[in-house]
């Protein structure tokens, strides 16, 4: 919505643009009119529309053209004022004044112009059938008003119009000489029905016209008033109801009636609501809100934007396989302007034998865009309408911008739920079947990718501890020299290479000896095609050794050969290392089965911490008087028994790692 409205007058001498200003300003015809009044501004709240409106006169024998010139450039709309006694004022309206305005006007914004016939109480008859014909031949005229500032008749009515023609312009919508809405306009309430029809049933049902209603114009349709508009369509078109709702022909009859009517405020209010600007595209502010990310931070979908993507999904998945098909995915994304995800998606998440990105991977894709390009996510989630549909302020509302990675490693805990893990080897030393593997593809059908289908990403779910998290995998290009700030910046590191190839090792030692040996990035050596015969490696040292040198973990043989779905182990390790970096973890099978996975589960888990808490505000409140923490034999007693626990304790945690 515009800030403000401009309102210019022209027209020939004499024929009244001055005291209609006055007469709308004092509501009283001027006794004494000068030859021009001074700019009026009339505030918002006098206003229908809540606009602030600024009317401006112009006169031939005060200003130059050059002035002229400049008024109308500034415009929002123009009125001409013709006398309907004055013939010659009539035809002055297009043999100078159209020409002269659409010559001094940008073409591609175009200017609405009101005829305003002024004087009409000094004759008997209309001059709308000398106007109607001007009407038709200059498509940038909004309106006639006949008018007589003498008698104050139709001068609010006036300039309610003028502000009417620039806050709900019929030009956009509309084409009278077709009688019919314009493609960009049907395309955008195309948009808009898809986006409400909550079930994907090609209707708007009674509780979806109602949410409609509310999200428009803040107020529920009553049931009669509902039942009226339906038998309004019902009369005029066939198939405008369908099963007691509305389909897509009568969402439109409507519109096309409302603008037929006079009443396009109704449909630009509708538009406007979904995101649209004058020019009926998707505003700039609607797709990409404010969103502030820190240095450091990352970004991801909280708890309420995976539920309004699980319902998109569930609108869309017609034969309820958990999995969308080439055209569900096609119907999803019909609300878009383009195509968003490529083909390289596939292989980029989990899809089902068909090749169909399932439930799991379809999130993924989602975790993945808010992760990589957040302001890409922001306009997928405006084009499917999150603000309105899950009733908040803007797309930003869905999203979560973690904490610095620095204050986590304090802390020596995360809230976080995406972690990335760059992954570098040689070429040939398997990187990308390594990330198809996650994906549950092995050798065999990671052969059937094409090419120019390859992805440098792979993203999916494994679990620590428990708790689900997502693993980004990243291919990094094997360039040794030109290694970006992009490249470096993840939360493990992945060194992939070929036991089968003696001079792949090398690439991955001087990876990490030049660019992570002295960083906190945690990293892990992943020996790939364990499946062929191993080949001493042409270092100055075993891989095994280079690792105890590094504190790092012993290589993790791993291979993708396999008859099933490769083994996810792996990837569970190297979640574990990426989420608890301060560790140095004693176990890397995280199995969840074994004495440490079952300790870490224990102490991770709610109930100790739900009886840590309570035992401490016990002993706190019951135990522990003003006098006592200000007695040193208290503290004395509490560091004896707080040492006598922690040596305790690391006994019973030897013993029961002892058997391993």
Sequence with gaps: MRKDVRILLVGEPKVGKTSLIMSLVSEEFPEVVPYRAEEITIPADVTPERVPTHIVDYSEAEQTDEQLFQEISKANVICIV???????????????????????????????????????????????????????????????VECSAKNLKNISELFYYAQKAVLHPTGPLYCPEKKAMKSLCVKALTRIFKVSDLDNDGILNDNELNFFQRTCFNTPLEPQALEDVKNVVRKNLNDGVCNDGLSLKGFLFLHTLFIQRGRHETTWTV?????????????????FPPLKIPPDCTTELNHNAYLFLQSVFDKHDKDRDCALSPEELADLFDVF??????????????TNDQGWITYQGYLSQWTLTTYLDVQRCLEYLGYLGYSIIAEQESQAAGITVTRDKKIDLQKKQTQRSVFRCNVFGDIGSGKSGFLQAFLGSNLMRQKMIREEHRSFYAINTTYVYGQEK?????????DFDYLSDADLACDIVCLVYDVSNPYSFEYCANVFKQYFMDSKTPCMMIATKSDLPEIKQMYGCSPLEFCRRHKMPPPQSYTCNTAA??????????????????????CMCTCNRCTFCLCQNFLNSELLQTVRAKLYAVVLRRHVSQADLKSSTFWLRASVGATVFAVLGFAMYRVLLKPR
Excluded at 271 to 287: I, K, P, W
Excluded at 337 to 350: A, E, F, I, K, L
Excluded at 565 to 586: C, F, N, V
Aim: net charge negative; hydrophobic share 35%; charged share 25%.
């Design 271 to 287: 538009l406007r609501r979904f995101g649209y600007d004058d020019d009926l595209e998707l505003n700039q502010d609607y797709l």
């Design 337 to 350: 302007p383009y195509m968003p995800w490529g083909p390289d998606v596939n292989n980029t998440v989990c």
């Design 82 to 144: 013709y006398s309907v006694n004055n013939k010659k004022s009539i035809e002055k309206v297009t043999s100078h004044w159209i020409p002269l305005i659409i010559e001094n006007t940008d073409k591609d914004s175009r200017v609405p112009l009101i005829l305003v016939g002024n004087k009409s109480d000094l004759v008997e008859h209309s001059s709308m059938e000398t106007i109607l014909p001007i009407m038709n031949q200059y498509s940038e005229i909004e309106t006639c």
């Design 565 to 586: 779905a490769p083994s996810r182990d792996i990837y569970t390790k190297l979640a574990t290392m990426a989420m608890y970096p301060h560790a140095r973890l004693r």
């Design 470 to 478: 997502y693993l980004l995998l990243h291919e990094v290009f094997p």
